[in-house]
């Protein structure tokens, strides 16, 4: 039965990470900024939370994270440029940053992991349900992933997270949930949740993902959490508790993705989210495609 729920308005994304499996790349450059074909990775997020309706942005930066600031402000001195040469197509594309969100920032400060990043978000997202949007994980917009796990927490009330099947052998990289079918086939309730489990010890082979919706309980929680693997404050171990304690919080929930999703958060899947990309691009795609073709042969 559905029932009435905060409808949710803000999304955080937590943008504080060093980014080390990049390096030397984002020594002065943050990896969100890392480009995926000729747009930074962080605003293909922004721009899949305001397709869902999403438009008060909330991200939690870091030092050395100024470029992003940079990259969603105006650049006055740019744009009279484009302008003047008569370049309308790239004015569009530097502006449409601009304008894409109410975007807001805060410090995380400590990097005391992600438990602690959206902790820093209470004070703006105050008493509502809020997404929160991991910036290593582009979901296809042909696949409306958030948009679906908004619908099921305004169904369900509580939190929702995403899953996804992965190998067993692949688990050990992921947040794990023990999980119970539901009457609705992509949505399961969520019984425990474990951070990079051992394979042997994982209760499912659902790894968790990086979109949340959550109920603002949480940040009681978070407040009272312990350290836990690798020493930082473990968002998968707060909504464990809300998954053990309804009554605190209301139930967890996740929704099972089976679409698109480019992960560029790992070299290689960075590469492959970049060819996947370029390739479906009509003005890119044609002649890339013939160019990869052409190679692959050749090496093989």
């Not at 293909?44 to 990259?71: C, F, I, Q, S, W």
Request: proline share 6%.
């Amino acid at each position: 039965m559905t029932q009435s729920h905060p409808r949710i308005s803000k999304a955080v994304i937590p943008a504080a990470g060093l980014g080390t499996r990049f390096l030397p790349a984002t020594k002065a450059t943050p990896k969100e900024m890392l480009p995926v074909v000729d747009k930074p990775a962080i605003q293909y997020v922004v721009e899949e939370a305001v397709t869902a309706g999403l438009g008060d942005v909330l991200m939690v930066t870091g030092r050395n994270k100024r470029p992003l600031e940079d990259h969603f402000d105006r650049n006055y001195e740019l744009e009279s440029a484009l302008q003047k040469k008569g370049d309308a197509s790239r004015l569009a594309k530097v502006q449409e940053s601009s304008d894409l969100a109410m975007i807001h920032y805060v410090r995380q400060g400590d990097p005391k992991g992600l438990g602690h990043a959206v902790l820093c978000a209470a004070p703006h997202v105050g008493n509502e349900p809020f997404a929160v949007l991991l910036g290593d994980d582009l979901i296809d917009p042909r696949d409306p992933l958030l948009q679906r796990m908004i619908e099921v927490q305004e169904q369900y009330g509580g939190s929702v997270i995403a899953l996804m099947e992965v190998a067993p052998e692949q688990i050990h990289l992921y947040g794990c949930a023990a999980v119970e079918s539901t009457e609705d086939g992509d949505v399961v309730k969520v019984g425990g949740l474990v951070e990079k489990p051992d394979a042997a010890d994982a209760p499912s082979n659902y790894a968790i993902i990086g979109r949340y919706v959550l109920d603002p309980h949480i940040f009681g929680i978070l407040r009272k959490t312990e350290p836990g693997r690798g020493g930082e404050i473990q968002l998968t171990d707060a909504l464990q508790q809300l998954a053990e304690d309804e009554k605190v919080g209301g139930p967890v929930h996740g929704v099972v993705f089976k679409g698109r999703r480019y992960d560029t958060g790992d070299r290689g899947d960075y590469l492959r989210a970049i060819v996947r990309l370029a390739c479906e691009r009509e003005d890119l795609g044609p002649d890339f495609r013939t160019w990869l073709r052409s190679y692959v042969a050749e090496e093989m």
